[in-house]
């Protein structure tokens, strides 16, 4: 079965950077792209962007673009999440989620967000 | 700030209906599929429907989703105290090439 299992949650400091990790299996961990989802507590979910894990490709969301960046070791089929320059409001939940369109061709047509996987999550508290 | 609007809350007796709108613009809903999330309290989201108004292996025939122009609706009848969540919207916005989601609606079993 699919499963998507996340690293341990983190405190830490303004200015830092935190790096959360995202072990895949159950599937050909290449032929999805993965995103990432952020939510902040009590608040709404929060699209960070996604990596195509088959070719390393990257699109960010505007708002992240600079202190993100989203990588992968198709070795252990584990996706990546590292973001800098942590503010006291980045003090979330993050999530890795699957993107189930294209049945595993590794194709993703940027007209739909169809998660059909979520990782547990990671809480990242930022505090000084 | 969310592009896609839900109303904050919905509420039912048990059995009854409710149907959750979610709304946006011809960058995002009007030209992209929608999907839906079910979020517990404490969990990661669920995935509920895709395509507007398909559901994955699992999901009960009382979810249903439906699309017409930029705005989509998420119904569930047969309400049961196991569907008290927020439940959220999402598609692809073309416009500003990124994902987006709604902004959620907290739905209570009466």
């Known amino acids: 079965q699919v499963q998507l299992v996340q690293s341990g949650a983190e405190v830490k400091k303004p200015g830092a950077s935190v790096k959360v990790s995202c072990k895949a299996s159950g599937y050909t961990f290449t032929g999805y792209y993965m995103h990432w989802v952020r939510q902040a507590p009590g608040q709404g979910l929060e699209w960070m962007g996604w990596i195509n894990p088959s070719s390393g490709g990257t699109n960010y969301a505007q708002k992240f673009q600079g202190r993100v960046t989203m990588t992968r070791d198709t070795s252990i089929s584990t996706a990546y999440m590292e973001l800098s320059r942590l503010r006291s409001d980045d003090t979330a939940v993050y999530y890795c989620?699957?993107?189930?369109?294209?049945?595993?061709?590794?194709?993703?047509?940027?007209?739909?967000?169809?998660?059909?996987?979520w990782g547990q999550g990671t809480l990242v508290t930022v505090s000084s | 700030q969310s592009v896609l609007t839900q109303p904050p809350s919905v509420s039912a007796a048990p059995g009854q209906k409710v149907i959750i709108s979610c709304s946006g613009s011809?960058?995002?809903?009007?030209?992209?599929?929608v999907s839906w999330y079910q979020q517990l309290p404490g969990t990661a989201p669920k995935f509920l429907i895709y395509?507007?108004?398909k559901r994955p292996s699992g999901i009960p025939d009382r979810f249903s989703g439906s699309k017409s122009g930029t705005s989509a609706t998420l119904g569930i009848t047969g309400l049961q105290t196991g569907d008290e969540a927020d439940y959220y919207c999402g598609t692809w916005d073309t416009s500003l090439s990124a994902g987006v989601f709604g902004t959620g609606t907290k739905v209570t079993v009466l």
């Open positions: 011809s960058s995002n809903i009007g030209n992209n599929y």
């Open positions: 989620a699957r993107d189930g369109t294209g049945d595993g061709t590794g194709w993703f047509g940027e007209n739909a967000l169809s998660i059909d996987y």
């Open positions: 395509d507007n108004n």
